[in-house]
């Protein structure tokens, strides 16, 4: 891809949900969805992950989670947050930089 590309592309991308409004969701369900049908102790991939509405709880319920997303901010918020979490551990990435909390 040459580096015209990679701008225009970069440059296309859809912001997604506003930051504030990732913070204010809650999970309804999902991590204990994902935790009861990927076993105990499995390790878990967050596509899309935003500011980790499901990716923290399925820390603490002891998953090993790479949670990404392109949005930069929303990866500060995951990444910033992951340290507080003592069970399990996070990685967030968005490609090119990783987080990471254990």
Do not use: K
């Not at 015209?4 to 504030?20: C, E, N, V």
């Not at 980790?52 to 918020?77: K, Q, S, W």
Request: glycine share 10%; with cysteine; net charge negative.
């Amino acid at each position: 891809m040459t580096a015209h590309a990679a701008t225009t592309i970069s440059s296309m991308r859809d912001p997604g949900a506003p930051l504030d409004l990732y913070r204010l969701l809650e999970p309804a369900g999902e991590p204990e969805l994902i935790h009861r049908e990927a076993g105990e102790g499995a390790t878990i991939l967050d596509l899309g992950c935003g500011t980790g509405r499901i990716t923290h709880p399925l820390v603490r319920l002891g998953h090993r989670v790479t949670a990404v997303d392109f949005d930069e901010r929303m990866l500060r918020e995951i990444a910033g947050a992951a340290f507080a979490c003592a069970a399990g551990s996070t990685t967030a990435t968005d490609g090119s930089r990783r987080f990471q909390s254990s």
